[in-house]
């Protein structure tokens, strides 16, 4: 019968036991190091969800509007960022031009959409929530088609032998 390397190591020598001993402190701070990891990981997201939810409720409660393009905007304001590092192809920093540029974007998106779609919708919140999800997923697949797929037709699933883009 052939060796097995597990009953050749099965044995914990002095250098075996010498390895375990010098690795619990390390081991101990690495899981400490983790634990602290995950708690700032779960309060980063839980400010993001703190966030859009605070956003929602002071935009329906000051305007009776339910407006559902949140994760738009912020796509927008990513999408503005990508292009400004695009067109700037030097390795300095890019802050003080793309931060400025990605809030005035986001702005002149905001005040466009409220000016014509939400103006004429105020107070019928099931409108304004079908509206702005509506025109504004519509303008992140059009952000997403011209920056990442330049052109290329999209591959979308089959249903019923059929692909979803046909007529």
């Avoid at 990981?41 to 993001?48: F, G, P, R, V």
């Avoid at 999408?79 to 067109?87: E, K, R």
């Avoid at 304004?128 to 990442?148: C, K, N, P, V």
């Avoid at 290329?152 to 019923?160: H, K, R, S, T, Y």
Wanted: a negative charge.
């Amino acid at each position: 019968m052939p060796p097995t390397f597990f009953d050749v190591y099965s044995e914990p020598s002095a250098v075996t036991r010498a390895a375990e001993t010098a690795l619990a402190p390390s081991e101990s701070r690495v899981a400490i190091s983790q634990a602290a990891d995950l708690a700032l990981d779960a309060l980063s997201l839980a400010s993001i969800y703190f966030l859009a939810a605070i956003g929602l409720a002071i935009t329906f409660g000051v305007m009776g509007v339910i407006n559902m393009a949140h994760g738009e905007f912020i796509m927008m304001g990513a999408y503005t960022g990508y292009v400004v590092q695009q067109l700037i192809p030097t390795h300095t920093r890019l802050d003080p031009v793309a931060v400025p540029l990605a809030f005035a974007v986001t702005f002149a998106a905001g005040v466009a959409l409220e000016r014509l779609v939400i103006r004429w919708l105020y107070h019928r919140p099931l409108e304004t929530l079908l509206a702005t999800f509506r025109d504004f997923h519509r303008a992140a697949t059009t952000g997403q088609e011209h920056l990442w797929h330049a052109g290329a037709p999209a591959d979308l699933p089959g249903v019923a032998g059929r692909r979803l883009g046909d007529q």
